[in-house]
Each structure stands twice: as structure tokens, then as C-alpha cells.
């Protein structure tokens, strides 16, 4: 059983930067995919970002953070990153860290290809 355990969360001004952390306990942490969903208040939880677990990874984004936001690992670390720029308002929702074994599951952006989840981390954007 994989234990995932975000932090960083927080209260940013629009505009700013914020970075979120993703603790895995899994010493075959490498051979997950990792994914960032985010849930606002009264809303799905929706696909924020991912990066497969190859060597030289590959990453994927929601269309809302292309260019905004960046994810990354480090497997020695076994831990995954989303460092988020230009925050909006809108950005606000509650942060999960996810695990998929293996490559990148076909349905990248589906939250019930994950096996394992954290508990989250808030970030509030105020505008």
C-alpha cells in the first residue's frame, strides 16, 4: 500500500507562486505514475497535471495550467512536485497527490485510473 502525503499548501495572492510536495512511501516509487488533481468547493475533482514514471518523463497538463504550471519528480526523494505560477483566483480547491503503477495510464486525466491518493493540501488564491 502506497502512503502519499502532500504539503505546501496555502493563501497566495493572485499573481503569485506557490509550490506543492508529494511524499511517497513506496521504495518502488519510480515505477508509478504521479498525478496532481484539485477539487474546488462544490465542484469535481479534476485533472491538474501528471509525469510518467520513465526515465526522462514524459508530463502531461490540463489545458486551465498549460504554461503556468510545472510538475515534477524525484525518485530518489520519492517525491513529486507542482510548482504553480500566475496563480488566478480560480486555482483555489484542495491539491491531491495520485499514483498509477506502471506508464501512464490511457485515460491520463481520470482519477479512477489511480490506486493511491493523498489527503490534500489547500491552496487559496485571493484575488
Known amino acids: 500500500h502506497v502512503q502519499l502525503v502532500e504539503s505546501g499548501g496555502g493563501l497566495v495572492q493572485a499573481g503569485g507562486s506557490l509550490r506543492v510536495a508529494c511524499a511517497a512511501s513506496e521504495r518502488t516509487f519510480s515505477s508509478y505514475t504521479m498525478g496532481w488533481f484539485r477539487q474546488a468547493a462544490g465542484k469535481e475533482r479534476e485533472f491538474v497535471a501528471a509525469v510518467a514514471s520513465i526515465v526522462g518523463p514524459t508530463t502531461y497538463y490540463a489545458d486551465s495550467v498549460k504554461g503556468r504550471f510545472t510538475i515534477s519528480r524525484d525518485n530518489a526523494k520519492r517525491a513529486v512536485y507542482l510548482q504553480m505560477n500566475n496563480l488566478r483566483p480560480e486555482d483555489t480547491a484542495v491539491y491531491y497527490c495520485?499514483?498509477?503503477?506502471?506508464?501512464?495510464?490511457?485515460?491520463?486525466?481520470?482519477?479512477?485510473?489511480?490506486?493511491?491518493w493523498g489527503r490534500g493540501t489547500q491552496v487559496t488564491v485571493s484575488s
Open positions: 495520485a499514483a498509477a503503477f506502471g506508464r501512464p495510464p490511457r485515460r491520463i486525466g481520470a482519477p479512477d485510473e489511480y490506486d493511491y
